[in-house]
């Protein structure tokens, strides 16, 4: 793990980290936020969200970038790491009053230089299909909320789809839409399609076409993040109940189930391959679960508050089959130039490796899946998931990763123990409970030209690999150990099987006292020390707004439910911290001053965005490109210093 410090430099925001593969580097001049630069204040307002397309303009700039801060909107054009941003000149940019916008995707299929599709979800539960290119609102749904009064949490297009989309609710609902039908005058009538575990699909009664043709609940509480697997036929859906669901998405069928450590979950995406689901959430935690298998294969902890972001880095995810590999002697910039910098080609060559990869072959497999989380401590976070955690019976080739596989078989040594430190981190968004017009006002300079339509869809096979049912015990490591002896909720004894025992009591207990206060499960006495007072600082949301509705329905957890999660702690829901490897980050370091709510990985540099509505480019190793050459002007983001 990285090398952390105390005082005055865990305050500091970083302005480049280390990896393997180099060093990536803060490009200040690629800074995207308001035209003003002026640290947004956050109180009050949806978490800002970022969402990129490419519509493949030959003249080398076909990025573009739309971000909402507050109440406004804005689509530029989005150069990273060739040159510097010029805000001065959005595409578009549009006010709204009455609501504000939460979350928005691009449709890659009907992207072009000429026009582009844009949905926009909002605060009061409407949504909108605008292209800012044209500069026209085309349609918006749900216009008179008859169908969902609540905060709108997700919106994506179907994969492959160029009408379908559907929208996630923070009621627990989503729903279907077809951008060319209405969404009628009336409140739609629904009629049940399937049922199944803790969700239900209805139909919409209808003598015509109308939206939505379908309304999917899902859970109690919000649900607060979906995300399709690569291939479009799936769906993984994150639950303010903590569950994380993945259904097939045309049968609308329930394919498997994964349980928090305690609180809700806030954030879900897919490897590249398909085969794992990564989550985040409030136990501080990042969850690895295996898709094949159903069940979680690794936990990673290093976040000191709620975890709000989690993706994939499909260009770091490396893959070897075939003959064992060579073991590697040299720099890490010798091993990036081997291993990375094949851009496009490599990463493309390891999406397919990946999905080609199979059990019954025989041969040796070396893969690295790097992913990437961001959390409200403002801290982000990189990790290897590698062959000794994926594969724990096959030899390893080489390691390359800070793993702690702690032991589901052996108990720890008298005087072992972890700690527990209470979160005060507690999350509430605005919603508008009256129906509310949304009235953008436009300030939109002229846009920008080209020619060629982009298409942007992957896919990759789903069928996994049965991963072993026990855990790798070599290289295991204990518990940390405490001077003063005794046993806190997350220091378990005995075998995973000893459900009754000690450990299971401690358990129970720590799930139905501890939900409420969603603490933090540092693991180090040492650790804890160094950060119990950093982590209360304010990173939460809790100071958006006392007095949403939203808060009542994502905080307020009945006994029953505090009694199930504890029913459901030790078995394949949710296995306690040591019956699953427990993963290390390669890099934590603070990157903002507020919370962070946006990771993005692109193919020359990774994008973050932090509350205050600053949209940050790290260039990656080798990839700093011209703008080398532009520090001649004072940087316009938070001072910082270099590690």
């Not at 009628?184 to 139909?203: D, R, S």
């Not at 997350?490 to 025992?501: E, I, L, M, Y």
């Not at 006292?513 to 950060?531: I, N, P, Y």
């Not at 030790?570 to 603070?590: I, S, W, Y």
Request: glycine share 8%.
């Amino acid at each position: 793990m990285a090398a952390e410090g105390g005082g005055k430099e865990m305050n500091e925001i970083k302005t480049q980290f280390t990896t393997r593969e180099g060093v990536y580097k803060l490009l200040t001049h690629s800074e995207y936020s308001r035209p003003n630069r002026v640290p947004f204040n956050s109180q009050g307002s949806n978490p800002v969200k970022v969402s990129f397309v490419n519509v493949n303009d030959q003249s080398g700039n076909g990025d573009r970038i739309c971000f909402n801060v507050g109440r406004e909107l804005y689509f530029y054009i989005y150069k990273g790491v060739r040159k510097a941003a010029d805000l001065s000149k959005p595409i578009d940019k549009r006010i709204y009053k009455g609501t504000q916008p939460t979350c928005h995707d691009f449709n890659p299929l009907t992207a072009t230089a000429e026009s582009v599709s844009l949905l926009v979800g909002f605060s009061a539960g409407q949504v909108q299909l605008i292209d800012p290119i044209k500069k026209e609102t085309s349609k918006l749904f749900n216009e008179e909320r008859l169908i969902d009064k609540s905060r709108v949490t997700c919106v994506r297009w179907v994969p492959g789809s160029e009408s379908l989309f559907l929208v996630a609710h923070s009621s627990g609902s989503m729903y279907l839409y077809n951008v060319e039908h209405t969404c009628g005058t009336t409140p739609p009538h629904y009629q049940l399609l399937k049922q199944g575990e803790n969700y239900a699909v209805h139909t919409c009664k209808s003598k015509s076409a109308r939206n939505p043709l379908l309304r999917w609940t899902v859970g109690e509480g919000a649900l607060n993040e979906f995300a399709f697997s690569p291939d479009g036929k799936f769906l993984a859906c994150a639950s303010q109940d903590g569950f994380l669901r993945v259904f097939g998405f045309d049968a609308a069928e329930l394919h498997g189930t994964m349980k928090s450590y305690f609180g809700g979950l806030l954030c879900v995406c897919w490897s590249p391959d398909g085969r794992y689901i990564v989550a985040g959430g409030e136990d501080d935690l990042v969850t690895v679960w295996s898709f094949s298998d159903c069940r979680v294969i690794a936990r990673g902890h290093g976040h000191k508050s709620w975890v709000s972001v989690v993706a994939f880095d499909h260009c770091t995810t490396s893959v070897e089959d075939g003959d064992p590999p060579a073991e590697f002697s040299g720099s890490d910039e010798e091993f990036h130039e081997q291993t990375h910098f094949g851009g496009r080609d490599r990463a493309n060559s390891a999406h397919s490796r990946l999905s080609k990869r199979n059990s019954t072959d025989g041969r040796p497999v070396s893969v690295t899946y790097r992913f990437g989380s961001v959390g409200q401590d403002t801290q982000l976070c990189l990790w290897d998931l590698t062959e000794d955690i994926l594969f724990p019976h096959l030899p390893l080739s080489r390691t390359r990763t800070h793993t702690n596989v702690m032991s589901a078989t052996s108990p720890p040594a008298t005087g072992q123990t972890t700690t527990t430190t209470s979160s005060t981190s507690t999350t509430t968004t605005t919603t508008t409970t009256s129906t509310t017009a949304i009235t953008p006002t436009n300030t939109n300079p002229s846009g920008t030209n080209g020619n060629n339509s982009m298409s942007n869809s992957s896919t990759s096979s789903n069928t996994a690999n049965s991963l072993p049912s026990t855990l790798p015990r070599s290289n295991s490591l204990p518990h940390s150990t405490n001077p003063a002896g005794g046993s806190t909720p997350n220091s378990h004894t005995g075998s995973s099987s000893s459900s009754k025992g000690s450990s299971s009591i401690i358990d129970s207990a720590f799930i139905a006292t501890g939900v409420s206060k969603f603490a933090t499960l540092s693991l180090h006495d040492s650790r804890k020390e160094r950060h119990e007072k950093d982590h209360k600082r304010n990173h939460s949301m809790g100071h958006i707004s006392s007095k949403s509705s939203d808060k009542l329905n994502q905080l307020s957890l009945s006994r029953t439910a505090k009694a199930e999660a504890a029913k459901t702690l030790g078995t394949a829901l949710c296995p306690r911290m040591e019956d699953v490897p427990l993963l290390e980050p390669l890099v934590c370091k603070k990157i903002a001053h507020e919370r962070l709510t946006v990771l993005i990985f692109l193919e020359d540099c990774l994008v973050s965005a932090c509350q205050e509505g600053f949209v940050c480019t790290w260039a990656r190793p080798g990839k700093v490109g011209l703008l080398s050459s532009q520090n001649n002007q004072p940087a316009n983001s938070p001072s910082g210093t270099v590690v």
